[in-house]
């Protein structure tokens, strides 16, 4: 191993031992860590490139170093990495040069009440079909989230679960239930693909990575209603902002229909953010949770979604709240700042309770 990937490599323990989502470096840059949202550039001096393509050449797939190379960017994942912990990577040309950025995964799958989310959120692992969706933005605990779930569900239930990812973070050992994992770009052209032939392998639960298109939402949309649990992401910040941005993927002509076959499948929308927690230890997951009620579905056919946010907020006994409503209560408890808990929202006037004094 050279110099430099054994540096790489201490970076990786360094950055977990502090508790770090990422780490990055590449170019003249001093390699940098995110420590609870927040950027902190490390004391040392930049990663070479050479040292930096070595890595790589041992980190990313003949086809994915190809992409790299070819079109400026790739994603790869090790189950195992440097320091024995799992982690996903994306490197990127910059400059002439190249640049890594490296996410931390849990090195073992959090189960759902470490993770804190609220109970409707393990109830959509309970469902025989449907399509239930985790939004929220980049790092804000979408992958954890579903992987907590299908570790339910593998744990709890005799069924077939089949994911398809970009690249796969996340590998879960067959317990009560099968569980195959396929990879875009390594086993499957792409997510629609992956989709439509998974409806030939016999599955309870499909996961989706992510649905970046008409085609792959589609397709979801399709497994959905012909009986399977679909769990799938979206780059979106609330529910009603994910039941546009599905439809609108669609042609003008075929907006009425797409609402129709969204209503009739969704079992459910959880929008995550994650919040620093007051005493500086880690980050809390809060959570907008949208429960496909009846009332739910008929807002999504009339395209009312406008609407939506006035249904969760009644939608209590049903499971459904507020992004804000579930950050008061963080507040409440003492478990965030207030102001921290704004910061995550565009509603911050809607966030209250007073602080706890601390102890």
Not at 34 to 49: A, Q, S, Y
Not at 68 to 90: C, E, F, S, T
Not at 254 to 270: C, E, Y
Request: charged letters at 25%; a neutral charge; one cysteine or more.
């Amino acid at each position: 191993m050279s110099v430099g990937t054994v540096r790489i490599a201490s970076l990786i323990r360094a950055a977990r031992d502090r508790a770090a989502s990422d780490l990055h470096f590449g170019g003249s840059d001093r390699p940098g860590l995110r420590v609870d949202g927040r950027l902190i550039v490390l004391e040392t001096t930049p990663i070479d490139d050479a040292a930096i393509r070595t890595f790589l050449s041992a980190a990313l797939s003949g086809a994915q170093l190809a992409r790299l190379y070819a079109a400026g960017n790739a994603d790869g994942a090790a189950p195992a990495g440097a320091d024995g912990a799992p982690y996903r990577l994306h490197a990127y040309r910059h400059a002439g040069g190249l640049r890594v950025a490296i996410r931390l995964l849990a090195e073992r799958v959090p189960s759902l009440e470490e993770l804190a989310l609220p109970a409707a959120v393990a109830g959509f692992a309970e469902r025989p079909s449907g399509l239930a969706l985790f939004t929220g933005p980049t790092g804000s605990g979408k992958t954890t989230a579903l992987a907590a779930l299908i570790d339910r569900i593998n744990r709890s239930a005799d069924r077939n679960i089949v994911t398809v990812e970009d690249p796969v973070e996340y590998v879960h050992a067959p317990l009560r239930s099968f569980v195959t994992h396929c990879e875009v770009g390594r086993d499957v052209g792409d997510f629609a693909e992956a989709l439509r032939g998974f409806m030939r392998a016999d599955p309870d639960v499909i996961l989706v990575g992510e649905m970046r298109d008409q085609a792959t939402m589609e397709a979801a949309l399709t497994a959905a209603e012909t009986g399977h649990l679909v769990f799938a992401t979206l780059h979106t910040n609330d529910a009603a902002q994910t039941v546009d941005r599905i439809v609108d993927a669609f042609p003008p002509e075929a907006h009425a229909q797409v609402r129709v076959q969204l209503a009739s499948v969704l079992a459910g929308i959880a929008a995550l953010r994650l919040v620093p927690r007051r005493e500086g230890a880690g980050r809390c997951a809060a959570a907008e949770i949208l429960i496909g009620t009846d009332a739910v579905r008929a807002l999504i056919r009339e395209g009312k979604t406008h609407q939506l946010r006035n249904t969760i907020v009644t939608g209590r006994a049903a499971g459904m709240q507020t992004l804000e409503s579930h950050l008061s209560e963080l507040v409440v408890r003492g478990d965030v700042h207030h102001k921290d808990a704004q910061a995550v929202t565009v509603r911050a006037s809607d966030v209250r309770g007073f602080e706890r004094a601390a102890s």
